[in-house]
T-cell receptor
């Protein structure tokens, strides 16, 4: 089966940098995705890494190392609105159409 | 483009009843997946439909079923409801092959009493 591990909670202050690590075990790996979910809201897509390396999208960056079955999401210049849960998810299966989520990391940004 | 629409948003049912939830994907998306989200278990995959066929299935009992219509709209049904079925049920649609970014609806909050 598939399994993903990520920390349950991280606390940081505004302006700081937070790194959320995700390790995974899966077969037929296609890529690693990250989603953000605010309380009461729907998960929204942040980034997708299919190849090793760093993908940067504004204040958020995501990294993947397929040989280590490891990735991370980097949140820079933290803002209060970044307080949310962040989920890593692996795409796997013959056509990459299966998506399994980690348990989520709750990020709390303090003033 | 309109987003993923789920109805109803909130539902209260009694143990033993059954429930049907609806999901309208983004126009042009043919893959629809369903997830159950609870505080203790996170986002658990229920099943995925593509072109009216169930393509993938998670580890849920047979009480959980679904279907997809020719217009890609999907429904999921839970029969003989149990208290533990109380959760947020999320639907996500993806593009042509289903192996691209997933767009989630706001979910249906089901409470079983």
């Amino acid at each position: 089966g598939q399994s993903l591990e990520q920390p349950s909670e991280v606390t940081a202050v505004e302006g700081a940098i937070v790194q959320i690590n995700c390790t995974y075990q899966t077969s037929g790996f296609y890529g690693l995705s990250w989603y953000q979910q605010h309380d009461g809201g729907a998960p929204t897509f942040l980034s997708y890494n299919a190849l090793d390396g760093l993908e940067e999208t504004g204040r958020f960056s995501s990294f993947l190392s397929r040989s280590d079955s490891y990735g991370y999401l980097l949140l820079q210049e933290l803002q209060m609105k970044d307080s949310a849960s962040y989920f890593c998810a692996v795409r796997f299966g013959a056509a990459g159409n299966k998506l399994t989520f980690g348990g989520g990391t709750r990020v709390l940004v303090k003033p | 483009k309109a987003g993923v629409t789920q109805t109803p948003r909130y539902l209260i049912k009694t143990r033993g009843q059954q429930v049907t939830l609806s999901c309208s994907p983004i126009s042009g998306h043919r893959s629809v997946s369903w997830y159950q989200q609870t505080p203790g278990q996170g986002l658990q995959f229920l099943f995925e439909y593509f072109s009216e066929t169930q393509r993938n299935k998670g580890n849920f009992p047979g009480r959980f079923s679904g279907r997809q219509f020719s217009n890609s709209r999907s429904e999921m049904n839970v029969s003989t409801l149990e208290l533990g079925d109380s959760a947020l049920y999320l639907c996500a649609s993806s593009g042509q092959g289903g192996n691209t970014e997933a767009f989630f609806g706001q979910g249906t909050r089901l409470t079983v009493v």
